[in-house]
């Protein structure tokens, strides 16, 4: 089994300290990792085109959505990892995520996700909120902590320093590594993801 971590950070500091708490904690238990980098990418927004609906492919493929979009089956379960930008998530992990989820969400659905944000001061659970909306609306476990999954510093040696911001992502991965084994064993038992109707959307006209 193997996990996926996006670091949507410009720089591989605060955020991608916290990724790799949870990563080794992963490790520890038997569980694959990567990390990939994104924040430091120039990524488009969404157009709107729906061509994807079409082709099952983002049209945009001169970034990294399409190229990790490609290989999400590889897979089991996800991180996403955001500083705090006005109490928001980064604009090129948003932008990654909009894409992603509309255009290959359905490679996605069923399988556990997480977040992890990180910030100086405030503004963390907000973009924490914001980040974990995605998972909710795509049919995705959403694996918890002990704690909203936040570290604080202004640089990677403060980040270090939030002990208990650090112990919160290892448990973070130890519970993502107990609900991926819980899934596998379920599985080889002939436990099988519930049938799921088909969408009726309603929109508020009248």
């Not at 270090?160 to 084994?181: I, S």
Request: one cysteine or more; glycine letters at 10%; a positive charge.
């Amino acid at each position: 089994m193997k996990v996926l971590l996006i670091n949507g950070s410009p720089r591989k500091e605060c955020t991608y300290t916290a990724l790799k708490e949870v990563a080794d904690a992963l490790e520890a238990e038997g569980i694959g990792t990567e990390i990939i980098t994104i924040g430091n990418r120039t990524i488009a927004g969404c157009s709107a085109c729906k061509s994807c609906k079409k082709t099952g492919r983002c049209i945009i493929d001169n970034d990294p959505v399409h190229d990790i979009g490609s290989r999400l089956e590889l897979y089991d379960g996800f991180i996403f990892g955001s500083p705090v930008y006005y109490a928001g998530p980064s604009g090129q992990l948003q932008a990654f995520m909009d894409r992603l989820f509309y255009a290959y969400g359905a490679m996605l659905k069923g399988k556990p996700a997480a977040c992890v944000v990180s910030c100086r001061r405030g503004g963390a659970s907000a973009a924490f909120d914001r980040l974990n909306k995605y998972f909710a609306i795509n049919d995705m476990p959403i694996v918890t902590s002990q704690y909203w999954n936040q570290v604080h510093g202004g640089n990677k040696e403060e980040v270090v320093q939030d002990v208990e911001g650090m112990q919160t992502m290892r448990t973070l991965g130890r519970n993502m590594a107990w609900l991926l084994k819980c899934i596998d064993l379920g599985k080889k038992n002939g436990i099988v993801k519930p049938e799921r109707e088909p969408t009726t959307l309603t929109n508020f006209i009248r």
